[in-house]
Structure formats: structure tokens, C-alpha cells
């Protein structure tokens, strides 16, 4: 009687274990078709690159995971793609438990547009880095003229970053141009005038010195009375009058 309880017991056991493995294996089949992509993109609050870009991007390169299987799909791959646009900072892509894929994405974070003489256009980030193929930006400075793009990490990001750190010159410069003689010119926006910087060296104390200058003289005789206003020597203030 006992042989014949454990004999039922046993096969009772079996059936269930044939019954579980075939649903088991017959989801993880299902499941191993990558049932749908999440793409995530921190862009900094301006138009970088979109999620339609990025698909179509690993389409063309036969790396979309949509409707792959889980296990062809290479994580690694699609974010030394994506890793490789001068606009992305950083990639990350993983595999969900419920056969989905993520791909999250954070963009480079723009501080000023370059438009130089030799016909190239590009933004740099706020480590120097140089970002290409956006064609609009934010309320960014724009430098133009006799720019290489060596001048990315040095010149362009110390202005750049000065001018960050200043409420009022971040809000006030519109434009840094740089001569032939690699002498710099600032545009304001309010003001019609231009600001002779001359060059990059002591740039604070330079616009320290204009500060004092609106402060003290342009508040009183009128923000248009000159058409220049030279700040490269020291202690003083050139003016042009228009």
C-alpha cells in the first residue's frame, strides 16, 4: 500500500514538473523576443538629438533591439554607437527582466556657439568638448572669427566659463569675436557700442573695470554716446564717441 502511495505521489510530482517546464519554457520563448525599447535623453533643455534620431541611427547599423531576440541583443555595441556622437556625454543601455530594453542617454551640456571664418560651425561643451551636428541652440554666447578648433579647450572655455560665473556678463555678451591678430572683441546687448578686450589675460579684471565704467559714466551720459570702448590697458576706460 505505501509502495503504491509513493508510486501515485511520484508520478503525481512528475506530471506537475512536466506541466510547469512546459509553461516555463514555453514563456521564456515568448519572452525572449525583446517585447519593446525605452529611450530616455537628458539633453539640457535644448533641441540635441531625438528619440527618432537615435532609432533610426541603430536601425541603420542593424542594432535596433525591437523585436530581436533578447539574447542576440549586444548592450555594449549600441552604446559605443551612441557613445560615439559628439553630443552625448554618456550611453547606457540594459536589459529588462520583462524582455524590454533601456537606453538612457545624457547629452553634452552647450555653453557657447562657434561660427569661425573657415566655415565651420559647432558648439563647445563645459569641458571644451567640441558637439557637431546641432543646428539650434539655446541662449548661448557666440564666438566668430579667427577660431581653431584648438582654441575649444583653452581661449573659448575660459571665456566661456567666466562668463557662466557672471550673472550680469553672461547675460550682457552675445558675442566674442577674434581678429586676425587674435585680439578679442565682446558685443554686448544692451549698448550700441563694442568692447576692445584686446587679450584674453586679466579678463575679470578688465570687465571689472567696464563694470565701474556703466556704473559711474554710461548710466549718466547714455548708454549710446560711444561707438567704443577700449578696456585692454590698465586702470582706464577708451572711449570713441560716435
Known amino acids: 500500500m505505501l509502495r503504491k502511495t509513493i508510486a501515485i505521489s511520484v508520478a503525481a510530482l512528475l506530471g506537475c514538473y512536466i506541466l510547469f517546464a512546459t509553461i516555463y519554457l ?15 535623453i537628458s539633453d539640457y533643455g535644448y533641441s540635441s538629438i531625438t528619440t527618432d534620431e537615435i532609432e533610426r541611427l541603430l536601425k541603420s547599423k542593424n542594432l535596433y533591439p525591437g523585436n530581436k531576440a ?3 541583443i549586444d548592450c ?3 552604446e559605443e554607437v551612441l ?5 552625448i556625454a554618456r550611453c547606457q543601455c540594459y536589459k529588462t527582466h520583462n524582455a524590454t530594453v533601456g537606453i538612457d542617454i545624457k547629452c553634452k551640456k552647450p555653453v557657447m556657439q562657434v561660427f569661425a571664418n ?3 560651425h559647432y558648439l563647445i561643451d563645459n569641458n571644451g568638448d567640441i558637439i557637431e551636428g546641432v543646428q539650434s541652440a539655446l541662449y548661448l554666447p557666440v564666438a566668430s572669427g579667427n577660431i581653431d578648433r584648438n582654441m575649444a579647450k ?13 550673472r550680469f556678463w553672461n547675460e550682457q555678451i552675445e558675442q566674442i569675436h577674434f581678429t586676425s591678430k587674435k585680439e578679442i572683441i565682446l558685443v554686448p546687448r544692451i549698448g550700441n557700442h563694442i568692447i576692445e578686450l584686446g587679450e584674453l589675460s586679466n579678463i575679470k579684471v578688465k570687465l571689472d573695470k567696464l563694470m565701474a ?20 590697458f590698465d586702470n582706464k576706460v577708451i572711449g570713441t564717441k560716435r
Open 83 to 87: 557613445d560615439g556622437l559628439s553630443v
Open 118 to 120: 573657415n566655415g565651420e
Open 213 to 232: 565704467f556703466y556704473q559711474k559714466g554710461l548710466n549718466k551720459i547714455g548708454w549710446n554716446k560711444y561707438s567704443k570702448l577700449n578696456i585692454e
Open 76 to 78: 555594449s555595441q549600441i
Open 154 to 166: 583653452e581661449e573659448l572655455l575660459t571665456i566661456a566659463r567666466f562668463l557662466q560665473g557672471t
Open 70 to 72: 533578447m539574447s542576440s
Open 26 to 40: 514555453g514563456c521564456s520563448e515568448k519572452e525572449d523576443i525583446c517585447q519593446g525599447v525605452s529611450i530616455s
